[in-house]
């Protein structure tokens, strides 16, 4: 009966009926695989944000039923070719911004920081590792929430970058909190205030990206990571720890972080959302061209 009942449990964690996100369960090395597709755009739509948290709630139902086999492990990717998220959702906030509507735009912005707490505090559950897997570009929202994995895993070739000031904006969903406590906080300013993107290996060697994985090769890093980490998973775990009492993101910092960039939303002028107008229009029409697509509207 247990094992009929972890089987069900499996099953579970795999036909949610997503519309915005692929899920798969591997009970074998306990990793939850969630791949993201959403539409029109590859980006942070309500429906993706409200499936990410529903995928989430999910995973500790069976980690905390000791009838089900937990995940260990989950994996944040893409299902799009090339790109891993294009980041929040620029059409949306054009229209919440024209209508001076702070509430809506409040309210979504607390949708995705609760996405990113929860992948980085591993889903409150001390035994549990998330990873990101980059395959393609990251930008913005997109770099934010691989930031805040426990373990970034990036492909050679894969650019990633935080664009957002381009359009006389900053990154407000966790970009300060997560790259700060990486890199540093000096490092972390002058990430943000270029609006570069950068490529998996600059930041690799910056200490931005954890495991630089072969082009093509994404999956089978996260599988090679997942088994060194088994190797010495008590005494990581624990260095986890340590780091989360020494370096805490508190929620509260990242509300407080979001309400600023509420205020600094609504305080864009016209020519800043022509600029982001033109990007989702690009967007659009060159899914599969972004990085040029990012350069050339913004002339980075």
Known sequence: MAQ????????????????????????????????????????????????????????????????????????????????????????????????????????????????????????????????????????????????????????????????????????GMGAMSFLGRRVGYSLAEKIIRSGKLYLAEELYEMGVVDVLAEMGAGETAVHEYVRREEKSRNGILALRAAREVSQPVPYEELVRITEIWVDAALRLQPRDLRMMERLVSRQTGKVGNVAATASNAFGA
Request: net charge negative.
């Open 4 to 171: 009929l009942q972890a089987v069900r449990g499996t099953l579970l964690l795999q036909s949610h009926g997503f519309s915005q996100l692929a899920t798969h369960f591997d009970p074998h090395g306990q990793i939850a695989w969630g791949y993201m597709h959403a539409e029109p755009r590859p980006c942070f739509t309500p429906t993706l944000l409200r499936e990410l948290k529903a995928w989430g709630d999910a995973l500790v139902g069976a980690i905390d039923d000791p009838a089900q086999t937990g995940a260990k492990y989950f994996v944040v990717a893409s299902r799009v070719p090339g790109i891993f998220s294009l980041g929040g959702d620029l059409d949306l906030f054009m229209r919440l911004i024209e209508m001076r509507d702070r509430e809506a735009l409040y309210r979504y912005a607390i949708a995705c920081i609760d996405c990113s707490y929860a992948v980085h505090s591993h889903l409150n559950r001390p035994d549990v590792t998330s990873i990101a897997l980059v395959q393609g570009q990251a930008l913005g929202g997109g770099f934010e929430s691989a930031l805040a994995a426990n373990v970034l895993i990036a492909e050679r070739g894969a650019k990633l970058g935080l664009p957002e000031i381009l359009f006389n904006l900053f990154p």
